[in-house]
């Protein structure tokens, strides 16, 4: 992203980063509406999706790295820790020192199977077969992610 964001910005809050910006959050909240539930799928809060989704994407993190990439409070990750533990959804294990490193259980890598599944399911219902947009689209949440949750010194 260049430096000078005026233009992109634009002059007030209507510009094109804050409707997509606006758009993701709605699409996101829409799309977890028809999330699955039942028994074959393990109910999560908010803040354990989160934790979950840094977990996944970076398994054997220690609890301060989630909580910088979520931007969480650290209290606020070792409670969800502790009650994803119990759900059994993550182990944690002691590191070389005083670390811990969080990883995902199978159980959690179930989950993930139905739920992505079921996601699939309802977006080629809505999207059909467009797969050339949806990887163009992938591409830039995925950017944007990235750049969201690295390092304060521009590291992923």
Excluded: F
């Amino acid at each position: 992203m260049p430096r000078d964001t005026k233009d992109a910005v634009g002059a007030d809050a209507g510009g094109p980063l804050a409707d997509l910006a606006d758009l993701i959050l709605n699409v996101g909240r829409l799309v977890r509406a028809r999330t699955p539930e039942g028994p074959q799928v393990v109910t999560l809060t908010e803040t354990e999706r989160q934790v979950m989704r840094v977990v996944d994407l970076y398994p054997g993190a220690a609890p301060s790295e989630i909580a910088r990439r979520t931007r969480l409070q650290r209290t606020n990750v070792s409670t969800a820790l502790r009650s994803l533990e119990g759900k059994g959804m993550v182990s944690r294990a002691a590191t070389n020192g005083r670390g811990i490193a969080v990883r995902p259980t199978e159980r959690a890598a179930a989950n993930l199977r139905v739920l992505r599944a079921a996601w699939a399911q309802e977006l080629a219902v809505i999207l059909g077969d467009d797969l050339d947009t949806v990887r163009k689209c992938t591409h830039l949440l995925s950017h944007l992610e990235q750049r969201l949750t690295a390092d304060d010194q521009g590291g992923p």
